[in-house]
Nanobody, 127 residues
Framework: QVQLIDSGGGLVQAGDSLKLSCATS????????TGWFRQTPGAERQLVAA????????YYVDSVKGRFTISRDNDKNTVYLQMNNLKAEDTGTYYC????????????????????WGQGTQVTVSS
């Protein structure tokens, strides 16, 4: 059983930076994709970034490209999301999520493709 614990959210001003962390307990077997989803009230969770466990391939939604960087430290079983130049529209609850990759290829991008979830951490960006 894989457990994800996400942290690092907070209240910042537009243009500031935050770094989210997702600590994993229970090492998943095989290839694993870890992603960060963002959810705002009344909307479905949207994947903003993801990274694979072995070849470190990354995925970003267009709205965060050039501002967010996802990385992982396999020795610490932790995935990070460095968020720079934050904008008001980045506000939301950020959830770390993961799933075992059963076929190497395209990234999983929808909620139903992910098996493991963190509890969420709130990011609020004031303009």
């Amino acid at each position: 059983q894989v457990q994800l614990i996400d942290s690092g959210g907070g209240l910042v001003q537009a243009g500031d930076s935050l770094k989210l962390s997702c600590a994993t307990s229970g090492r998943p077997f095989g290839w694993y994709e870890t992603g960060w989803f963002r959810q705002t009230p009344g909307a479905e969770r949207q994947l903003v970034a993801a990274i694979t466990s072995r070849d470190f391939r990354t995925y970003y939604v267009d709205s965060v490209k050039g501002r967010f960087t996802i990385s992982r430290d396999n020795d610490k079983n932790t995935v990070y999301l460095q968020m720079n130049n934050l904008k008001a529209e980045d506000t939301g609850t950020y959830y770390c999520a993961g799933h075992v990759i059963r076929r190497i290829g395209d990234f999983a991008t929808t909620m139903d493709q992910f098996e493991d979830w963190g509890q969420g951490t709130q990011v609020t960006v004031s303009s």
